[in-house]
């Protein structure tokens, strides 16, 4: 599987956007890119995914780079409620670890007042 | 709400016992899978059914079985409880997707203490 490097945690004020880095340099052609949060110790949330192209949703705008190394999660106007570890995750492609999720320590998003 | 119901919430239990926890997937999603988030190890992935058979295993103790039912509801069974089993353990559910990624929803978890 791709390893995943992300900052142990990261600051954000209210209503700013944040942008969560993730590194996947050995990211293979038809791996994909997903982002997950987890709210205290509630179930990981997802939040969106991509291969290629950037992609964007109602929660938030996945930017993958052209040589596919690494990827940042943005959101675009924080709010308390987006205090949150987010694992950014590299699926493995079909096989014998197909469907297997690999959660690395992910960032801690503190999102201030 | 992603739609994956687990039961119970909480379980407190001795050392030694076996325990069951229950999981429903969303309508529609033919595979399960079963997590597990200790405090030292993190979420780790232990097992995944599809349509009732075994398709992925992880790092999952011998004294740890799951089955999926004709209904598609999951259940996960730990037996001989340690004190390292108290932890957080989470389903999730998924529908498979024709040459693309099966986006997995997790549902919101099981939290067993073994005293």
């Known amino acids: 599987d791709a390893k995943t490097t992300q900052p142990p945690s990261m600051d954000c004020a209210e209503g700013r956007a944040a942008n969560l880095p993730c590194n996947h340099s050995?990211?293979?052609?038809?791996?994909?890119v997903y982002w997950y949060r987890q709210i205290h110790s509630q179930g990981p949330q997802y939040i969106i995914h991509?291969?290629?192209n950037n992609e964007t949703n109602e929660m938030a705008s996945l930017i993958i780079t052209e040589d596919r190394k690494s990827s940042t999660l943005i959101l675009p106007h924080a709010t308390l409620r987006d205090t949150a570890v987010y694992y950014c995750?590299?699926?493995?492609?079909?096989?014998?670890?197909?469907?297997?999720?690999?959660f690395g320590q992910g960032t801690i998003l503190t999102v201030h007042p | 709400d992603s739609g994956v119901t687990q039961t119970p919430k909480h379980l407190i239990t001795a050392t030694g016992q076996r325990v069951t926890l229950r999981c429903s997937p969303r309508?529609?999603?033919?595979?399960v899978y079963w997590y597990q988030q200790s405090l030292d190890q993190g979420l780790q992935f232990l097992i995944q059914?599809?349509?009732?058979?075994?398709?992925a295993k992880g790092n999952i103790l011998e004294r740890f079985s799951a089955q999926q039912f004709p209904d598609l509801h999951s259940e996960l069974n730990l037996s001989s409880l340690e004190l390292g089993d108290s932890a957080l353990y989470f389903c999730?559910?998924?529908?498979?997707?024709?040459?693309?990624?099966?986006?997995?929803?997790f549902g919101p978890g099981t939290r067993l203490t073994v005293l």
């Open positions: 059914y599809y349509n009732g058979e075994e398709r």
């Open positions: 991509g291969l290629k």
């Open positions: 309508s529609g999603d033919l595979s």
């Open positions: 999730a559910s998924s529908v498979e997707v024709a040459g693309g990624r099966d986006t997995q929803y």
């Open positions: 995750i590299v699926t493995p492609a079909r096989g014998t670890s197909y469907g297997k999720l690999t």
């Open positions: 050995t990211i293979s052609g038809n791996e994909y």
